[in-house]
């Protein structure tokens, strides 16, 4: 069967809404397997003859066709009299009478069973034939004037069938030419068959897309083509709708939705392309590695939305520092890279380096919040350093690490010898865990002494590293790994319960050892059960309040000040004392410092180091007493070395003083010697 003759196979129907009677044409009643007027057709009837999974979606458009007077079109199958299933066409709209009243509905139903079975051997054209009776034109194949159109094409494009008849294809389809139009009719005198999409233009003006089928064939006696067409303009929108959320997609995959930079996934294939160009065109490149200085301190003490302000700017800031040609990664946390092209000397290199230190360096705002931060960066040359990709992030990161050490704010170039820096690192946070675990740490004291009377007020207790294979380690050794990995927590849990129990068997022994002071970061007290946790091993152990006295610095403090006062006022109504470390290293603000529950000010010993011939170490110093004394704090110098250092504190008023003039840190069994003389 063609499709012409799949065209011939159309019944027609209408039923009279008001009396609910149906008249079928003859080709109706053979569609169904009858003979005409054999029986008397109803809509019991045709709901019994149709396949019952299609019956909601009929009944559905039954009443829809009600309400509408477009022609509603459905693909369905019936239930042949001999028992088996054809495919069927049901097409109908909605007549009205002159008072707008619908009355009846007509229809037809076309057998395309042969229609459907061409689906299943070609899905592309079985989805246009599916849709094909929407719009059904038959075209001249040389003049391509319409040699007949169905009442689908005449109320989708707004047009009579009569002024069909007057025009040909390019008049309903403006985008296409006549040399297209030319090519398309030849591939199909040698197919037979072709497919296109098209805009059609309706009588209105108004354009649609269009899919079409297109099928050579004889009709009355004239080489033709039949085509059937349908809307496709909400599939396009759905496309168009798939593709833009298909790239919103593979860009969320792909970029840090914080800062919208390229995430690690993104930076890896980036560099390997880069990798690759280089190679071929004989240039180089350079790798940072990039890592916020006291961001996570922020991000601890005022909250991840302030810290995720703070990395929005990082990123504008490193935004302002490179080319449009470059990359710029966030790998997660305050981790940043920086890829930086086709560059041709070192000193370009540092110079944007440089450019980054200062201007991460600069106060960033926040919500009234003045923070500081600043930058670390690791720099790998390509091919100088290396010419793989993972060994360049190695390599840039170990530098990275390097330029920490150096005191940050800096930048520093890979050197080989960086290498076994970065292992030996490695082992160290190894070892530190294991030290954890096995307690191998040990507690020495230095004693804080009565300026005017020699007499020990008091000890700080400082933590040493006894390893197993290197002996004793100084803080400076381990220290800023632990304070960097996190695990200074732990240490400072095992000082703190060490020390205690040391003052109380003290105290029970008949020694007068002062006031114990313990280093304690802002970052622990703002935990939410670091108050209780305190409180209970000093329960545990029997340790005095009063005893006990907690240094917290400046700079730590005047990061979240609120509650900082909040805090330190809870352990002053405890009755701890508090001391402000390291004082006039930092930017305190008075009308904070005179809120803050303090006891006393400890100059920091950079400023002691010179005295007295330094005159601003003398100025700063006599400032810093001044103040303290006016606030009425204790105060105690740090670092006092010699007698001249000594005196100059008396003479200006200063309490107390620790540093190696006295003692240097002993352990207990020192300390208890001193106790007792």
């Not at 001249?140 to 989708?156: H, K, P, R």
């Not at 009569?162 to 985008?175: A, L």
């Not at 090519?183 to 108004?206: E, V």
Request: proline fraction near 3%.
């Amino acid at each position: 069967m063609n499709i012409l003759e799949s065209l011939n196979l159309i019944g027609s129907w209408e039923l009279d809404l008001s009396t609910k009677k149906i008249i079928w044409s003859a080709q109706t009643y053979l569609n169904y397997g009858y003979e005409p007027s054999t029986i008397e057709p109803s809509l019991e009837f045709f709901f019994s003859r149709l396949v019952p999974k299609y019956i909601p979606q009929v009944q559905a458009i039954l009443q829809t066709m009600t309400q509408s007077k477009e022609v509603h079109t459905l693909q369905a199958q019936i239930i042949h009299k001999d028992g088996h299933f054809i495919d069927v066409l049901l097409s109908g709209r909605t007549v009205y009478n002159d008072k707008n009243e619908a009355i009846k509905i007509v229809g037809t139903t076309q057998d395309v069973t042969q229609l459907v079975h061409i689906k299943k051997e070609n899905e592309e054209l079985s989805k246009l034939i599916e849709i094909s009776s929407n719009e059904i034109y038959i075209v001249d194949i040389e003049t391509f004037s319409y040699l007949y159109v169905n009442q689908g094409a005449c109320d989708a494009l707004g047009y009579t069938k009569e002024e069909f008849y007057t025009m040909n294809i390019f008049d309903i389809n403006p985008k296409l030419s006549q040399k297209t139009a030319i090519l398309m009719r030849d591939a199909l005198k040698k197919t037979k068959k072709f497919t296109n999409k098209t805009i059609h233009k309706r009588k209105d003006g108004s354009l649609y897309h269009a899919q079409a089928f297109m099928h050579t064939f004889t009709y009355k006696g004239k080489d033709a083509y039949v085509i059937f067409d349908t809307d496709i303009s909400q599939n396009i929108a759905a496309e168009l709708a798939l593709k833009k959320q298909q790239k919103n997609l593979h860009h969320q995959a792909n970029h840090d939705t914080l800062t919208n930079l390229p995430n690690r996934a993104l930076f890896l294939d980036r560099l390997q392309q880069i990798i690759l160009a280089a190679k071929r065109n004989k240039t180089q490149f350079a790798l940072f590695f990039i890592d916020l200085d006291h961001f996570k301190t922020i991000n601890d003490t005022l909250g991840h939305a302030i810290g995720d302000e703070v990395l929005i700017e990082a990123t504008s800031r490193l935004r302002q520092c490179v080319r449009e040609e470059d990359t710029i990664a966030r790998l997660g946390g305050d981790e940043f890279t920086v890829i930086l092209k086709d560059i041709k000397t070192q000193e370009d290199v540092s110079k944007i380096a440089q450019k980054i230190c200062t201007v991460m360096r600069q106060t960033i705002t926040v919500k009234s919040h003045a923070l500081y931060i600043s930058a670390s960066i690791g720099i790998s040359l390509y091919p100088q350093d290396a010419t793989e990709r993972d060994m360049l992030i190695k390599y840039a990161d170990t530098a990275m690490y390097k330029a920490k050490d150096e005191g940050r704010d800096t930048f520093e170039y890979y050197k080989s010898s960086m290498t076994q820096f970065a292992f030996e690192r490695v082992v160290m946070d190894a070892s530190l865990r294991v030290a954890i675990k096995e307690e191998q740490f040990v507690v020495y004291y230095q004693p804080q002494v009565d300026l005017k009377t020699d007499t020990i007020i008091g000890m700080e207790a400082l933590v040493r590293w006894m390893h197993p294979l290197m002996g004793l380690r100084p803080p400076g050794k381990f220290i800023p790994l632990a304070e960097e990995s996190g695990l200074i927590i732990e240490i400072d849990k095992l000082v703190m319960r060490a020390a205690m129990q040391q003052f109380v068997a003290w105290y029970k022994a008949g020694f007068k050892p002062g006031t114990l002071s313990l280093n304690l970061s802002m970052k622990k007290l703002n935990e939410e059960n670091c108050l209780q946790e305190l409180f209970s091993i000093m329960q545990e152990l029997h340790f005095q309040a009063k005893w006990l006295e907690l240094e917290v610095t400046e700079t730590q403090v005047m990061e979240n000040p609120e509650l900082s006062i909040q805090k330190l006022q809870q352990l002053s109504d405890a009755g701890v004392q508090i001391a402000i470390d390291d004082f006039g290293t930092g930017y305190s603000s008075l009308s904070y410092l005179k809120k803050l529950p303090l006891d006393k000010l400890k100059i920091d010993q950079s400023f002691v180091r010179d005295l007295p011939q330094d005159e601003e170490d003398v100025a700063i110093t006599q400032a810093i007493i001044a103040l303290g004394k006016s606030l009425k704090f204790h105060i105690i110098a740090e670092g006092v070395e010699t007698e001249a250092q000594k005196e100059f504190m008396i003479e200006n008023g200063c309490d107390f003083m620790q540093g190696y003039l006295f003692s240097k840190p002993i352990p207990a069994s020192e300390i208890q010697k001193l106790l007792k003389s």
